[in-house]
């Protein structure tokens, strides 16, 4: 099996995690504060702002499904010494790869068990971990329909959680909010009122967004990203965004309330055949029921609902019309989620080497939109279907 720990050249000693040919984490066991990717740099704030901020004389455990190259663990180690972590990694080759270059240290608490989460979680206790996955995480929210809510039940008598609950709050994003709450808000956000209420563009029309069907405010988005990153091409999650925009000025704030996620845009080359893999692994029945489809830009879509899973793809086109040839490359752009396999996409995106461009999301929107002085959206019809997607779950 090849090595999945690249040296670092620049720093002795340090290696990135590879999946493929991409580097998936950064490992600097001289100076674990060092977090060179932006999403474990979340996890960690995260971490930082709710479990690691209880009391010193509390005794922390925490859970990590995947390990990698132990970052966030050693991380957590530095940050609170002495805390019971167990690691759940079931690449047994890589933690053994992990142990020989880079070690962990004698009395770090850190523990790894060859298991895959799912079953790891299923065999412990209901209180063993304070963390799973760096937080508690829940997914709801979208185009604020809905509110994700926990509780759990804690028995000091039997010093255990004896009862777990997870749901939505369906919400109507149009409701006045209590006034408290609305103190609150101005008070956060008055001194950005500048910024949020800048009239970038003009809408002459209502755009509102769908999560699995072509809409021009999708479009649009995938437009501005794609001329943003200056590619060919351009995909993002449809689940990122949500809402709409009514005719009249645009301001930043009707923008970053459409586009939740201000990712940085990465670019990579991809070949045409790896481009059909995209959409046929978009279009698969599970999938599809719990990610919806894509945004994109700068190609044309045929697809056959009617076909069996992998086979929906009839051809793809650039937007003049164009085939898209198996064996060419193009430059192509995505959100940083994305590009690290998000929406279960990891079997092509991990086979990239993205480059992160800097420019955000939110930027590359509104310099397009200064640009144009209005919203403004490729015409061509990008999405030619027969039948409709099996599973479409999409709330909106």
């Known amino acids: 099996m090849s090595d999945r720990l690249a040296p670092d050249a620049g720093t002795p000693g340090a290696f990135s995690v590879l999946f493929g040919d991409t580097a998936q984490s950064y490992v600097d066991p001289a100076d674990p504060n060092r977090l060179e990717f932006e999403y474990v740099q979340r996890l960690t704030e995260a971490l930082d702002a709710t479990v690691l901020g209880r009391p010193s004389e509390v005794r922390l455990r925490v859970v990590h499904i995947g390990g990698a190259g132990m970052t966030i663990p050693r ?4 940050r609170r010494p ?6 759940l990694e079931p690449d047994a080759d890589l933690t053994a790869e ?7 240290g004698r009395g770090s608490g850190i523990k790894v068990r060859e298991v895959g989460g799912r079953e790891g979680i299923a065999a ?27 509780r759990l039940w804690f028995d000091p008598q039997k010093n255990a959680v004896v009862k777990k609950e997870c749901f939505l709050h369906h919400t109507d994003r149009d409701a006045a909010a209590k006034d408290i709450y609305r103190a609150y808000e101005q ?12 009239a970038l563009a003009v809408a002459d029309e209502k755009w509102t967004l769908r999560l699995s069907a072509e809409t021009k405010l999708g479009n649009f988005l995938a437009d501005c ?14 689940t990122s965004a949500g809402g709409y925009i009514e005719p009249g000025p645009v301001t930043a704030q009707d923008i970053v309330s459409v586009m939740g996620f201000n990712d940085p845009i990465h670019t990579s080359k991809i070949s045409g055949s790896r481009l059909y893999r995209l959409f046929e692994l978009v279009y698969e029945p599970e999938r599809f029921g719990n990610n919806a489809g ?7 879509v045929y ?4 076909r069996p899973g992998g086979q929906k793809i009839l051809g793809i086109t650039l937007r003049d019309g164009t085939p898209v040839e198996p064996g060419r490359e193009y430059t192509i752009a995505t959100s940083e989620y994305m590009a690290f396999g998000g929406n279960d996409t990891s079997l092509v995106a991990n086979g990239l080497a993205w480059t992160n461009t800097g420019v955000r999301i939110h930027d590359a929107i509104f310099a397009y939109l200064r640009k144009y002085g209005r919203m403004h959206v490729s015409p061509e019809q990008r999405m030619h279907e027969i039948g409709r997607p099996e599973n479409d779950n999409a709330p909106f």
Request: glycine fraction near 8%.
């Open 124 to 150: 412990m206790p209901p209180d063993y971990a304070d963390a799973v996955m760096g937080t508690a995480v829940l997914k709801g929210g979208f185009s604020g329909k809905s509110l994700p809510h926990a």
């Open 75 to 78: 991380w957590v180690e530095a």
């Open 225 to 238: 990203m794609r001329e943003g990153a200056g590619v060919e091409i351009a995909y993002m999650n449809a």
């Open 98 to 104: 992990v142990r020989r270059k880079l070690p962990l």
């Open 82 to 87: 002495h805390t019971a972590q167990l690691v």
């Open 303 to 306: 697809a056959d609902h009617t």
């Open 187 to 198: 008070r956060v956000t008055s001194p950005f009122d500048a910024f949020f209420s800048e």
């Open 294 to 300: 894509l945004l994109y830009s700068g190609v044309v």
